[in-house]
């Protein structure tokens, strides 16, 4: 995989900044190793990537145990906002961390939007 990590840069900066309520992204490996990403201070790149490694393992068990087939996204909701993992292409996932106040049909385009990005920066 031939990964051009200053446009993937880019484009998480510009997603970030470019849609509300969104505090953090990462593209990472499904064996939790960080490509890009570009998160709040107080968050370890490294951590974030393990962590959404292990969401993607264990949604993807669920998917097969529960008969609902491959997943196409991962959404954890909590007090102070959610995460959303989403498959981009067989090589990376993308993370996406907003506040709880997110429309969260508006952000499901902006993550379609940025996936067209993405997946060509990481071919």
């Known amino acids: 995989m031939a990964i051009n990590s200053q446009k993937l840069g880019y484009i998480l900066k510009n997603?970030?900044?470019g849609t509300a309520d969104v505090e953090g992204v990462a593209i990472v490996t499904p064996d939790g190793l960080p490509l890009a990403s570009s998160l709040p201070g107080n968050m370890d790149?490294?951590?974030v990537s393990a962590m959404s490694a292990?969401?993607?393992s264990l949604g993807e068990r669920i998917?097969?145990?529960l008969v609902r087939g491959d997943i196409d996204r991962i959404y954890v909701?909590?007090?102070q906002g959610f995460s959303i993992l989403t498959s981009c292409g067989e090589d990376a996932?993308?993370?996406v961390l907003a506040s709880k106040a997110a429309k969260q049909g508006v952000l499901m385009l902006e993550i379609?939007?940025?996936l067209t990005e993405l997946k060509p920066?990481?071919?």
């Open 15 to 17: 997603f970030v900044a």
């Open 63 to 65: 998917g097969k145990e």
């Open 54 to 56: 292990a969401m993607l």
């Open 112 to 114: 379609k939007r940025a």
């Open 77 to 79: 909701e909590g007090e």
């Open 93 to 95: 996932v993308f993370l």
């Open 121 to 123: 920066a990481l071919a």
């Open 45 to 47: 790149e490294e951590r």
